[in-house]
C-alpha cells in the first residue's frame, strides 16, 4: 500500500463522523461563536495545504514527509470534532475537503496503474501533463486551464507527416537534447511562461521554440549573432526591449525578459499572418519581412502549401517541423514511450556568506537531486554572472529550495566546501616545474607583479580568477581598473592595478 493510501484510510469514518453531526439544531450565532467558526474554517484550510503539501514530499520519497502528512489528517480530524461540539457550526462546509482529498487519491492510484490503452493522437493532453509538469509551481493550475482548453493546440497547427517526421529525430539522434531542455525548463517556467499565458499562447509553443533555439541554456549564442534561450538576434531584440541595460548586460540572455519578448513578437506575427503559428515559426527562424511578403502572394495559403513552403529556405522548412514536433512530444509523452525526469524545481533564494563562483557552487553542492549537477540552473537563473565571476559574499541569487538546502549544509563551511574552493582556485601554471637551465622552459607566470601592485592580464584569465590568486575584492579590484559589471572585459595583455588584495 502507498503511503498516500495509507494515510488517506481514516478518511471515511471521518466523513461519517461529519455525517452524525449534521444534525446540530440551527441557532442564532453571537459574535464569539461566529469567531470560532470562522477559526475553525481557517484551521481546515491550513490543514488542507499541508495534506496536498505532504503528498508531493510523499512522491519524492522525503523521509519525513508520511509523518506530515498523517498530522494533517489528525488536524482535521480535530476540527470535525470541535465543529460538532459547536452550536450553529455546519460540518457540511469541511465534507468538500475530503471528497477532494478522496478523489486525489483516486486519481493517484489510478495514474499509479500501467495498462495499454487507445491515446487519441489529437487529443490535446491524454498524459495529462497540463495538471503534472511542475505542479508546484503557482502558475500550475492557470497552465492546466489553457492546456486542456478543448482542442487548442491541435487546431492551431497541422499534423503531418513532416510532423511525424520531426518526432522521429527528436525521439531517436536528439532524444538527449529534448530530455535536457525539458529538465532546464522546468527550473525556468515560472520566469517564462506566465508571459504566454497572458499572450494567450499555447504553453508548449514556447517550450518547442526553447528546445530547438537553445536547449534551454541562456548563454547560448549562435554563429549569426543570435543570442538567449530564445535567440533574439541584437536588432530585433532591441525592437522588443532587449538589450545592453544600465549595467551593461545584455538582457536577450535574461528568461524572463526574453520570453517576455518571444511572447510579443509571436503575436505581433501572427496578427498579421492570419493567427498561423507556422507561418509565425518561418518569420522566426527565416525573417518577418520574407513571411510576410511570401504571405500576401501567395493570397493567404497556409505555410504547407507548395507555392508558400518552396520559398523559405531549407533551414526553416526543417524548424517549423521541428519546433512543432517538441511542442507536441511536450504534450504527449506517454503515447511515444517517453518520460521527462521529475524535478524539484520550486523557486527561492540563497544568500552568498562567503564569495563564490559558479564553478564553486557546483563543486560543493554535488549532483544530490540532479543527474548533471546544478550549474546550468544555477547559470539560466543568474544570467548576469558569468560562471567563473567570483561573486561577493551577501549576493542573492536566485536557486531552488533543494539547491538553498544544500548550499546550508555543504557550501558553508567543512570539507567539501573547502576542497570547492581549492579547486576553483588551483592555478594550472603551478603544474610546470624548472628541473634546470637545459630544460629551456618557458617561465611560469608568478604572482611577483603583486609586489608592484600590478598584475599583467595573461590570455583566457577572468577579473574572477585573478581576484582569488591575489585575495582581492573583486568589487574594489573592478573600481580601481574602471571595469564595468559583470562581464567586467579583460584583454590579453591588459595591466591591472592590485587594489585592496592581500597578496
Not at 188 to 197: A, C, K, V
Not at 284 to 311: H, I, K, P, T
Not at 391 to 396: L, Q, R
Not at 474 to 486: G, I, K, S, T, V
Request: include cysteine; charged fraction near 25%.
Amino acid at each position: 500500500m502507498s503511503p498516500i493510501r495509507r494515510f488517506l484510510r481514516p478518511l471515511p469514518l471521518m466523513a461519517a463522523l461529519a455525517a452524525l453531526v449534521l444534525a446540530a439544531p440551527a441557532q442564532a450565532q453571537s459574535r464569539r461563536e461566529r469567531a470560532a467558526i470562522e477559526a475553525l474554517d481557517q484551521r481546515m484550510e491550513q490543514a488542507e495545504a499541508r495534506y496536498r503539501e505532504a503528498m508531493v514530499r510523499v512522491r519524492n520519497n522525503e523521509p519525513d514527509a508520511v509523518a506530515q502528512g498523517d498530522a494533517a489528517l489528525e488536524d482535521m480530524e480535530d476540527v470535525m470534532v470541535e465543529c460538532g461540539g459547536l452550536r450553529n457550526c455546519d460540518p457540511v462546509r469541511h465534507m468538500s475537503v475530503f471528497k477532494r482529498l478522496l478523489k486525489a487519491d483516486a486519481d493517484a492510484a489510478a495514474a499509479g496503474v500501467e495498462e495499454e490503452e487507445q491515446i487519441d493522437p489529437f487529443d490535446t493532453d491524454p498524459d495529462g501533463m497540463a495538471g503534472g509538469i511542475a505542479a508546484d509551481v503557482p502558475e500550475a493550475a492557470r497552465a492546466a486551464a489553457l492546456l486542456s482548453d478543448g482542442r487548442r493546440f491541435v487546431e492551431m497547427v497541422q499534423y503531418n507527416p513532416a510532423v511525424q517526421e520531426a518526432i522521429r529525430r527528436w525521439l531517436t539522434d536528439m532524444r538527449h537534447s529534448l530530455i535536457v531542455s525539458h529538465e532546464n525548463y522546468q527550473y525556468m517556467r515560472h520566469l517564462m511562461w506566465p508571459h504566454y499565458q497572458r499572450s494567450a499562447l499555447p504553453e508548449a509553443l514556447l517550450f518547442g521554440i526553447m528546445a530547438k533555439e537553445s536547449t534551454g541554456r541562456v548563454h547560448s549564442t549562435s554563429r549569426a549573432g543570435a543570442a538567449g534561450p530564445m535567440q533574439f538576434m541584437y536588432a530585433t531584440g532591441r525592437r522588443f526591449g532587449l538589450g545592453p541595460d544600465a549595467t551593461g548586460f545584455d538582457t536577450r540572455y535574461d528568461p524572463y525578459a526574453s520570453a517576455q519578448a518571444s511572447a510579443a513578437y509571436l503575436n505581433e506575427r501572427m496578427a498579421e499572418l492570419n493567427r498561423s503559428i507556422e507561418l509565425a515559426l518561418a518569420a522566426y527562424n527565416g525573417g518577418e519581412g520574407r513571411a510576410l511578403r511570401v504571405f500576401n502572394a501567395s493570397g493567404g495559403r497556409s505555410f504547407w502549401d507548395e507555392s508558400v513552403y518552396s520559398q523559405f529556405p531549407p533551414e526553416t522548412r526543417d524548424y517549423v517541423p521541428m519546433v512543432i514536433a517538441a511542442a507536441w512530444l511536450f504534450l504527449h509523452p506517454k503515447k511515444y514511450g517517453l518520460t521527462f525526469p521529475k524535478v524539484d524545481a520550486r523557486p527561492a533564494s540563497l544568500v552568498l556568506e562567503r564569495p563564490a563562483s559558479i564553478y564553486e557552487l557546483t563543486i560543493c553542492l554535488g549532483s544530490s537531486g540532479s543527474r548533471y549537477g546544478y550549474m546550468r540552473m544555477l547559470r539560466n537563473l543568474n544570467p548576469r554572472y558569468q560562471a567563473d565571476d567570483v561573486i561577493p559574499a551577501g549576493t542573492e541569487l536566485n536557486a531552488t529550495a533543494r539547491v538553498a538546502g544544500l548550499y546550508d549544509r555543504w557550501c558553508t563551511r567543512g570539507a567539501r566546501a573547502e576542497l570547492a574552493r581549492e579547486l576553483v582556485a588551483s592555478d594550472p601554471g603551478g603544474a610546470i616545474v624548472r628541473s634546470g637551465p637545459a630544460e629551456a622552459l618557458p617561465a611560469v607566470a608568478a604572482p611577483a607583479a603583486a609586489a608592484v601592485g600590478e598584475h599583467r592580464v595573461a590570455r583566457g584569465e577572468s577579473l574572477g580568477r585573478i581576484a582569488e590568486r591575489y585575495g582581492c575584492s573583486l568589487r574594489e579590484l573592478a573600481e580601481a581598473n574602471q571595469l564595468r559589471a559583470p562581464r567586467y572585459p579583460l584583454r590579453q595583455g591588459q595591466r591591472l592595478r592590485l587594489q585592496g588584495c592581500a597578496r
